[in-house]
């Protein structure tokens, strides 16, 4: 199938820091290319140009707005979206496209799919709309960022097939957007088990929390946890690894609010590094004895995945579309939003060598499994087939 992939977020030349819709689209861009498809994506750039990623072909359009979705007017999503259009039919029109898969987020599939262009035919992947980040992390509504979000969910209503990564996101897209659920095909996000990979030893010490900072990833909870753990473990230091964000009250820094809210003396524990790149990332969950995702919101994290991947232990929220993913003994799901038992969780992994040792190995094999590039590729392979098929039907839709 010649197939193409729309994401502004595809990651650069360089390997540098990504959202996790650029991970997603990386990733499944290289499984289906693997699987013998001949795959085109659609990402941003500092001019238009065309390249060669190993066996992906990437057109590259100038995104001409801020990269954060929440700074952008809606006129730039606009602009961005039709360009897109053109961009889409113009590849049509040279290779023949069979699918193109755009995702809701940041409404970059809002010209195409609102216009009832039928050919060729499209499908859209949930990732998390902004009306259901703001509802869960507690952000005031703007009139460019209300504007984005109707159109995301215009997008969302007016596509005929839809997929998700987990069971949640579909249900809860379905009620923001009021589209049927029952209509959402469901197929996992991969994770590289190539690249994320298991190393020997570690820093049986070290708490790696991977992921912006904000409200919606529980940051602020694993900060209130911290003193608990510091009291039984004083050895124990915490790395935060993400970007951060200007979701903190009035909008101002979350890291700053952070700070400002946690224990003093549990600030000499504690390090902030930014937005890393993705080998760095794998440095530090290789580093890390246990991995913490405390989210209070989440679809399909791919933290989570990576931290699997690497053969980490992990505790995470049992919220979202996470439970989804860690199974049986694959790693510790606590309540969201219960920083004592949060502290407990890394309590556990932290005193018992083995148990990290036995969650890891179980995690390993599942991101293996269940996960990994070609086992995700075939069954999206089989979804895209799916729906090429309707879309020759008359009236065909999701």
């Known amino acids: 199938m010649k197939i193409c992939l729309v994401s502004h977020e595809y990651p650069r030349a360089g390997g540098g820091p990504w959202g996790g819709v650029g991970a997603y689209t990386s990733n499944i861009a290289r499984a289906l290319a693997s699987f013998g498809h001949e795959v085109y994506v659609i990402g941003s750039g500092e001019t238009e140009s065309r390249e060669e990623d190993d066996a992906v072909t990437v057109i590259r359009l100038p995104l001409n707005a801020p990269k954060i ?26 290779v023949g496209l069979d699918l193109v898969e755009f995702a809701d987020f940041a409404a970059e599939g809002y010209s195409f799919i609102t216009s009832g262009t039928p050919r060729p035919p499209h499908v859209l992947r949930l990732h998390t709309c902004l009306e259901i980040v703001f509802k869960n992390d507690g952000r005031e509504w703007t009139e460019e960022t209300r504007n984005i979000a109707d159109m995301e969910l215009e997008t969302i209503r007016a596509a005929r097939h839809v997929t998700s990564p987990s069971v949640f ?59 608990q753990v510091l009291a039984a473990r004083p050895a124990a230091r915490f790395i935060f690894a993400g970007r951060d964000t200007l979701s903190g009250p009035g909008g101002a820094s979350y890291r700053q609010h952070l700070e400002a809210t946690l224990d003093r003396r549990a600030l000499g524990s504690i390090q902030f590094t930014g937005e890393v790149s993705r080998t760095r990332m794998l440095e530090l969950y290789r580093r890390a004895a246990v991995v913490v995702v405390p989210s209070i919101y989440d679809n399909f994290p791919n933290t989570v995945l990576e931290a699997m991947a690497c053969g980490k232990a992990v505790a995470a929220s049992r919220v979202g579309g996470i439970p989804e993913i860690i199974k049986n003994d694959e790693g510790i799901l606590v309540t969201p939003d219960r920083p004592e038992e949060l502290a407990r969780a890394v309590l556990r992994y932290l005193g018992d060598r083995d148990l990290r040792e036995n969650a890891g190995m179980n995690a390993r094999r599942a991101a293996v499994e269940r996960f990994s590039p070609g086992v995700i590729a075939a069954g999206m392979t089989h979804t895209y087939e799916e729906i090429v098929d309707k879309s020759r039907e008359p009236c065909a839709s999701a």
Not at 72 to 87: K, T
Not at 200 to 224: I, S
């Open 69 to 94: 979705i929440t700074q952008r007017a809606a006129g730039q999503v606009l602009d961005y979206s039709s360009r897109v259009r053109e961009c889409v039919e113009n590849l049509h029109g040279e």
């Open 169 to 227: 996101l579909a249900e809860l897209t379905a009620g923001a957007a009021r589209i049927s659920a029952s209509n959402v095909r469901i197929v996992p996000n991969p994770v590289d088990t190539n690249f994320f990979t298991p190393s020997k030893g570690h820093d049986e010490a070290l708490v790696l929390n991977p992921g912006r900072l904000q409200m919606l990833k529980g940051t602020h909870v694993l900060g209130r946890a911290i003193p």
